[in-house]
Every structure is written in C-alpha cells, then in structure tokens.
C-alpha cells in the first residue's frame, strides 16, 4: 500500500482554514477527532497522516445553513433523499465535507473522501479508515453522554468491527426511543436515515458470521 505523504505545513493549513471555517466549540471537537483518529490509526495500522486529515476535514461543512448544504447539493448534482431534506443538518454535512475536501481543499484519495462521506451513517463494508473516523467521532474525549463511553473507549483500540456494530447498536436504540417523540430532543435528532440500519444490519451478519467460523 502506498503511503501518503503530508507535510506538516498542509495539516497546519487545514487547521487554520478549520479554525477560521468553524465555531469554537466545532473546531475543538475537530481537532479532538482528528488526533483520537491518528491515535487509532497507529494502533490499527492505518497511516496516521490520513486519519488526521480524514479527522480535519470531517465536520468542515458542518456550520453552513440548511439552505446553503442543499444549494451546494442541487448546483453540483450531489443526490438528496427526502429523509437528508428533513435533517440537512446531522445528514447532508458529511456529503457535502467530502464535496468540499475534494473541491475545496484539494483530498484526492478516496479513503479519506469517504471516511468522510460516511462518518455520520456508517455503511456496509467500510474501510479500516471509515471504521476509524466513524468511532473517532464518537468516542473523541469532549463526547460526555454517548451510552457506554467508557467501554467503547477501551473497545476502540482493541476491536474496530466490535465498537463500530456496539455504537451502531446503541445510536439505533437511541434514534429509535426518540422517534416517536415529537419533543425538542426528537425535532433535533431527526429521522432515521436507513444506511445507517443497512451498516448495522451488515455488520451484524458479519460478526455472527466470524464466530460461526
């Protein structure tokens, strides 16, 4: 596998354009996934210098409007399904980031584009990276109120397909309670977008399969 060359002036350029691109709270989370990421990558034998990048750039489109995130999907023929058009928000950002890493800030290689593009959903199949800054983002040290946390963390460093199917279990429980709910917390989290229950379905099978084997 070829190695990814980075110099250390292009990661300091993508924290200066993050930090000016984004909120305060949303950079330090930005920051915090990004080393969580390498840190994992090192573990889990991924190249460090993309899981940071991966890391940089994956909320970069998190703090435009909801107009903007569909404007910027209709004029570039990025595809909406009418559950992104109800959350655009938790849904359509990590579509858009991949657009904009690729456009704006010159990502070539496709892992990284697509850890990107599904870190919010998951998706069947992921790659090593995917896995990686899909479980970055949720167990980065500023999360507080994720179920499990503290064994999550532990699983991260030891078990990727493990904690990914763990967390994909425990958001469907949490997305599934709040559903039926017509309260702030349900309005804010959305509806259910189906690749995330197509990623844990995928991996259920899959860890099923491999203690069978």
Known sequence: MKTLEIKTTDLKKLRKAM???LNAKRYEHTLSVAYTAASLAMVHGVEPSKALIAGMLHDCAKCLSNKKLISICEKNDLPVSETELQNPAALLHAKVGSFL???EYKIEDEDILNAIRYHTTGRPNMSELEKILYIADYIEPGRKHAS???MIRRMAFRDLDGTLFKIL???LSYLHS?????????LKTGPLDPMTQETYNYYKKSLRK???E
């Open 19 to 21: 930090e000016k691109e």
């Open 178 to 186: 709040v559903s039926g709910h017509l309260d702030d917390k349900a």
């Open 148 to 150: 499990n946390l503290p």
């Open 210 to 212: 491999g203690q069978n």
């Open 169 to 171: 279990e425990d958001t």
């Open 101 to 103: 890493a690729k456009e």
